[in-house]
C-alpha cells in the first residue's frame, strides 16, 4: 500500500498561470479532501468527495477546482494562480461511510508546497 | 456554520510540564480523532473515542470523550521536545459533515 501519494512535491507558479495538483489513493476509500495550510495555521478545507462523481465545496473553495472520476485520484486545479495562493496543500482520504456519517482515520499524504509570485 | 473550537491556540512550556488542550462544539459527534502534524509532514491520527465519556491513554497521553459527546480533551503529562507540533481533533458530526478545529500548536522547551 502507498496510501495517499500527492506530485509534486514542490511547486513555483506565475501569478495567472494554472496547474493541477494530483492525489491518489490506494485504499478503496470514499472521502476524499483537499487542504491548504498557510504558514503557522491550521487547515482550511478546499473542496471534498463522498464518492467518485460528487465533489463538494469546503470553507475556502474559490480559484480551485476538482473532480473524482475514479475512486482513487483526486486532482486539485488552480485555475489562474494568484499569490494568495501560496500555501501548502494537503490531500487526505479516509475510510467509513460518510453516507451513514461514519469518518475513520484520515490518511493524509506528504503535501505540495506551492508558491505563487 | 458548525465549529469544533480548540484551545489554547498556542501552547509554550517547558519540557516536564502538564497540558491540556480542549476541543469544544455545541455539535453532538459520533467519534472524535485527535492528530498531531510534526512540521513538514502531514497529520497522523493518534486517537480515536466514540462513546461519551470514554477515556484512552496512549503512554503520556490521555484522551478523554465528554459524556455528552460534544468535546473532548488532550492531556499530556511530562511534556517532552518530540510532542511538539499542530494537535488537530477531527468530528464526524451528525449532520453528515467531519469537522475540524483549527489545531493548537505546541512548543517543548528542553
Known amino acids: 500500500n502507498a496510501g495517499v501519494t500527492q506530485t509534486p512535491k514542490f511547486q513555483v507558479l506565475k501569478t495567472g498561470q494554472s496547474m493541477t495538483l494530483q492525489c491518489a489513493q490506494d485504499m478503496n476509500h470514499e472521502y476524499m479532501s483537499w487542504y491548504r495550510q498557510d504558514p503557522g495555521m491550521g487547515l482550511r478545507l478546499i473542496h471534498y468527495s463522498v464518492g467518485a462523481g460528487i465533489t463538494d465545496q469546503g470553507e475556502v473553495p474559490n480559484g480551485y477546482n476538482v473532480s473524482r472520476s475514479t475512486t482513487e485520484d483526486f486532482p486539485l486545479r488552480l485555475l489562474s494562480a494568484a499569490p494568495s495562493q501560496t500555501s501548502v496543500y494537503f490531500c487526505a482520504s479516509g475510510g467509513g461511510d460518510p453516507w451513514d456519517y461514519v469518518y475513520n482515520e484520515q490518511f493524509f499524504g506528504p503535501g505540495t508546497r506551492l508558491t505563487v509570485l | 456554520t458548525q465549529l469544533l473550537e480548540q484551545s489554547p491556540q498556542f501552547l509554550s512550556i517547558q519540557e516536564g510540564e502538564n497540558l491540556t488542550v480542549y476541543c469544544n462544539s455545541s455539535?453532538?459527534?459520533?467519534?472524535l480523532q485527535w492528530y498531531r502534524q510534526e512540521p513538514g509532514e502531514g497529520p497522523v491520527l493518534l486517537v480515536t473515542?466514540?462513546?461519551?465519556?470514554e477515556v484512552k491513554k496512549l503512554k503520556r497521553l490521555t484522551f478523554q470523550f465528554g459524556d455528552a459527546r460534544k468535546d473532548s480533551s488532550l492531556h499530556i503529562t511530562a511534556a517532552q521536545p518530540g510532542d511538539t507540533g499542530l494537535y488537530l481533533c477531527?468530528?464526524?458530526?451528525?449532520?453528515?459533515?467531519?469537522?475540524f478545529g483549527q489545531g493548537t500548536t505546541l512548543q517543548v522547551k528542553p
Open positions: 477531527f468530528g464526524s458530526s451528525n449532520t453528515g459533515k467531519l469537522i
Open positions: 455539535s453532538v459527534f459520533s467519534s
Open positions: 473515542v466514540v462513546t461519551g465519556g
